[in-house]
């Protein structure tokens, strides 16, 4: 349903979000905005879907509030993101699940190149670039020019050892 239709259903029996979560900030966000959304609930995230194509700048609003308002207020990490078409907050973010894959597979961070499309204040990419090497990219077709690239110089002999790094020529 629209933000009207959300809270609604929210209180008649999707259980109503407490007081400063980050749906309730969303919603009430939206509503301000008066931009009519989507609500999205998912196990360990809430996320809003404007009804109509919206401006990038409505998405910027929704994430930095919920960033403003939840900052220091949850002991959970959470990550509130422009997702270019919706805004999520998610339980966790990507730097997190970035070391705990490190841990489990007994890698260091000095040896990760993680791929993004979303390193603003408001991406979801954001924290990863504060702790590993990064290529930004704009689609998943770039993604795979650059993997092809890093695997030609590997199989050329190019790889680097622990102190040297690897240049496209």
């Not at 404007?50 to 700048?57: A, F, G, Q, S």
């Not at 270019?84 to 000095?110: Q, R, T, W, Y």
């Not at 991406?123 to 670039?129: F, H, R």
């Amino acid at each position: 349903g629209e933000v009207g239709d959300v809270r609604d259903d929210v209180e008649r029996g999707g259980g109503r979000a407490p007081p400063g979560s980050a749906q309730e900030i969303l919603v009430d966000t939206a509503s301000k905005l008066k931009v009519p959304v989507h609500l999205t609930r998912k196990e360990r995230a809430v996320g809003v879907s404007p009804v109509t194509p919206t401006v990038y700048e409505v998405l910027e609003e929704l994430a930095l509030t919920v960033q403003v308002e939840l900052e220091g207020e949850s002991s959970l990490p959470f990550c509130a993101f422009n997702g270019g078409a919706d805004c999520f907050v998610d339980v966790g973010n990507k730097g997190l699940g970035m070391e705990a894959l490190l841990s489990f597979i007994g890698c260091k961070s000095h040896s990760v190149l993680h791929f993004g499309d979303r390193f603003t204040d408001t991406g979801n990419d954001a924290i990863t670039k504060r702790r590993f090497s990064t290529i930004w990219v704009a689609n998943p077709r770039e993604t795979r020019w650059f993997i092809k690239r890093l695997i030609q110089d590997l199989e050329q002999g190019n790889a680097p050892d622990d102190q040297d790094t690897i240049t496209f020529q």
